[in-house]
């Protein structure tokens, strides 16, 4: 008789070991004759799970691959990744990378990116609310000491940069979209911050200067240290603009000294 | 800082009452505050307010003010001989905080091992050794929570050779050891009972009526070899029938439409609603 743990070890690996796998017939033995084939419907079930799950967080890469190849990138992916959480909008995290390395999607150099992009909005819808900065508070520090701030971002905020314009990618492939339009790579590359300061998950498209200023606040840098970072990509770079606009549109929530 | 807007006792509805809910999906979030139609109270996965924040915490703040809540788990896998996770009963206690629930419940059980999830209903083996597992699991949950659970009945499609207890006397003797309730979901006795066998009458006669506090009705489907609990259709005739029996046995109790595949519109929803009050008598004594 085989204990609890070892037969939820033998149920997991033949479910995901295929119905004609050693695993999958050496599990039939601890079914009962009536109810053996039966461990189909469970199979299914799995597979179809996650496959919806990750249907809903990537519904561009499925329009981008169509429905027949998402499906069978997905059953793939499912197979490989062990799912680390009872909480199922955890899951597909890695599907960018598992698409980077797929051998059908080499020539697809944009889907990579393209993924990470919806997995980050994934990550801001339900990431934390925030109320916006204290002005009075920053009112308070006199501007001189600024540069030793260290401003944290809005907890939604994402920032994703990439060789190609993933933007117009997303947009174009909205169910919504009435865009029939193609989209050139050659439109190069992008920088972009998602976030959710309002009601809904958007894009935004920021400057090469303005990217590396929010980078590095995100990586708990100084205000002062920020502005350098943009500089060293535009020298015209304004930042006493950046900050006010960037404190209004609930990008930058709270400080510390 | 996260914003938690304010949820004083004063602004949320009350305990569940005996009458019809309804499982609420995202689909369903805007009619049902612009409408605010008649049922006695909702409930929704745990699991899908997991997330900090955002819009799903939004609309069930809004939800909970108009009607009592029930939180119902489907991943805190409570059968399984791996620990059970402190972060998801964290993540669960917080929501319990939060929304104050009249209702908190899981399952009969099991989804991960080693560490790797399924995220689906697994069936545990009925042996002593998975029922020692199961108890101890309830306890730490209750305990950890700091409330009773409510255990639902599954239903299943393989059963195991080596069990030596019916899932009735598992079920039985969970509630039993723990203190928990238990939530009879009526469909899944009768999908079950098809699949294995038993009768599902006998099944409603051997639980006792104290610890029932919340029923279950959804459709099922014809598999191939099996019926399957898909929760994609209307109750059918002969849970309705089954239903019947367990309201004479357990009298009015919570009642809830459960929808999660091919989600209707309200209205269908709604109509099922209605039509577990008619059958239980529910909305008479509304009434009344």
Known sequence: MPSLRELQ????????GGEEAAEGKAFHQALTPSTKRCLEVYRNNTYSNFTEALRAVYPVIERLVGAEFFAHAARRYVHDTPSISGDLHRFGATFPEFLAAHPACRELVYLPDTARLEWLMHE??????????DL???????????????????????????????????????????????????????????????????????????????????????????FDRAQDQDTSFDAEQFLRRRVVARTLVDFSH | MIVRPAASKADVAGPIPARAGIGLRAPHYRELLERQPDIGWVEVHSENYFGEGGQPHWFLERVRRD????????GLSLGSADPLS???????????????PGLVSDHLSWSAAGGRYLNDLLPLPYTE???????????????????????????????????????????????????????????????SAMNHGFDPLAYLAAIPVAPVAEIHLAGFDQGQH???????????????????????????????????????????????????????????????
């Open chain 1, 9 to 16: 070890t033998a149920f997991v690996d033949a479910l995901f």
């Open chain 1, 124 to 133: 801001a819808f339900h990431a934390a609310d925030h109320a916006p900065l």
């Open chain 1, 136 to 226: 009075n508070r920053l009112g308070a520090v006199p501007p001189d000491h600024y540069d030793a701030l260290r401003f944290c971002l809005h907890p939604t905020c994402r920032l994703l940069a990439s060789a190609y314009p993933i933007h117009r990618i997303w947009q174009v492939n909205q169910a919504d979209s009435s865009e029939t339009a193609t989209v050139d790579l050659a439109e190069g590359d992008v920088r972009l911050l998602i976030a959710r300061t309002a009601a809904s998950v958007e894009l935004e498209l920021v400057s090469a200067a303005e990217f590396a200023a929010l980078d590095a606040l995100a990586h708990e840098g100084t205000l002062g240290a920020a």
């Open chain 2, 67 to 74: 009607y009592p809540l029930s939180l119902h788990g489907v």
């Open chain 2, 86 to 100: 402190v972060e998801h009963l964290s993540s669960l206690k917080g929501l319990i905080e939060r929304f104050e």
């Open chain 2, 129 to 191: 050794e998975a029922l020692q597992v199961f108890c101890d699991h309830v306890a730490q949950a209750q305990e950890f929570l700091g409330r009773r659970m409510l255990i639902e009945n599954p239903s299943s499609y393989v059963a195991y050779r080596h069990s030596t207890i019916s899932e009735r006397e598992f079920l039985c003797a969970v509630a039993e050891r723990t203190g928990c309730g238990i939530l009879l979901d009526v469909n899944n006795v009768y999908v």
């Open chain 2, 226 to 288: 099996c019926l399957i609990d898909t929760h994609g259709k209307p109750v059918a005739e002969p849970v309705w029938a089954l239903y019947a029996e367990a309201v004479k046995r357990f009298g009015s109790v919570p009642t809830l439409i459960e929808w999660d595949t091919d989600i209707p519109p309200l209205d269908v929803l709604l109509g099922e609603a209605a039509k577990a009050d008619a059958w239980s008598g529910a909305r008479d004594a509304v009434a009344a």
